[in-house]
T-cell receptor
Framework: GQNIDQPTEMTATEGAIVQINCTYQ??????LFWYQQHAGEAPTFLSY????GLEEKGRFSSFLSRSKGYSYLLLKELQMKDSASYLC???????????FGGGTRVLVKP | DTGVSQDPRHKITKRGQNVTFRCDPI?????LYWYRQTLGQGPEFLTY????????KSRLLSDRFSAERPKGSFSTLEIQRTEQGDSAMYLC???????????FGQGTRLTVV
């Protein structure tokens, strides 16, 4: 199977750091994506990891361990506008269909 | 180019009616995907085109669903004899061969009453 699991909801304080974990069955995917989705809007691309390790992009970083079937998205210096759902998605190859987890709703409080 | 556009943005229909949605991908993108998303869930893959060829269909896509991309540009998704369970957000995404990122449209929210 290709289940992707992530927590349903997380709450954090403005200015803090939040880490969203994502686990998946290793045989399914070659790369992991993270998308951000604000309520009622389209998902927007945040990151793509195909190699093990940490990829940093400004306040957002994503990590992948293919052998463990594990990824996380790290959001630093949280801002109120970061309140959104964060979707972890796997793909067998670049350009292939995405298999999404249920999404993690992050609520940033003042 | 303004990105992936979908029409209509909202559709309310009575159970048993047919509905058709349209997606216009980013112009140079040869890959086009349809997903369905219900409240509080992640998007679920429905079908995928490379140019005009429909390469994959999910088992979620019952016989009442059909998708086309006749000239390899825009795509339509038709649902026949709609059911209340079809109520969802229907998302279209496109990507270019050789690139990893898929760009999503704003979606069509379908409500079947």
């Amino acid at each position: 199977g290709q289940n992707i699991d992530q927590p349903t909801e997380m709450t954090a304080t403005e200015g803090a750091i939040v880490q969203i974990n994502c686990t998946y069955q290793t045989s399914g995917f070659n790369g992991l994506f993270w998308y951000q989705q604000h309520a009622g809007e389209a998902p927007t691309f945040l990151s793509y990891n195909v190699l093990d390790g940490l990829e940093e992009k400004g306040r957002f970083s994503s990590f992948l361990s293919r052998s463990k079937g594990y990824s996380y998205l790290l959001l630093k210096e949280l801002q109120m506008k970061d309140s959104a759902s964060y979707l972890c998605a796997g793909s067998k190859a670049a350009g292939n269909k995405l298999t999404f987890g249920g999404g993690t709703r992050v609520l940033v409080k003042p | 180019d303004t990105g992936v556009s979908q029409d209509p943005r909202h559709k309310i229909t009575k159970r048993g009616q047919n509905v058709t949605f349209r997606c216009d991908p980013i112009s140079e993108h040869n890959r086009l995907y349809w997903y369905r998303q219900t409240l509080g869930q992640g998007p679920e893959f429905l079908t995928y085109f490379q140019n005009e060829a429909q390469l994959e269909k999910s088992r979620l896509l019952s016989d009442r669903f059909s998708a086309e991309r006749p000239k390899g540009s825009f795509s339509t998704l038709e649902i026949q004899r709609t059911e209340q369970g079809d109520s969802a957000m229907y998302l279209c995404a496109s990507s270019s061969q050789g690139y990893t990122e898929a760009f999503f449209g704003q979606g069509t929210r379908l409500t079947v009453v």
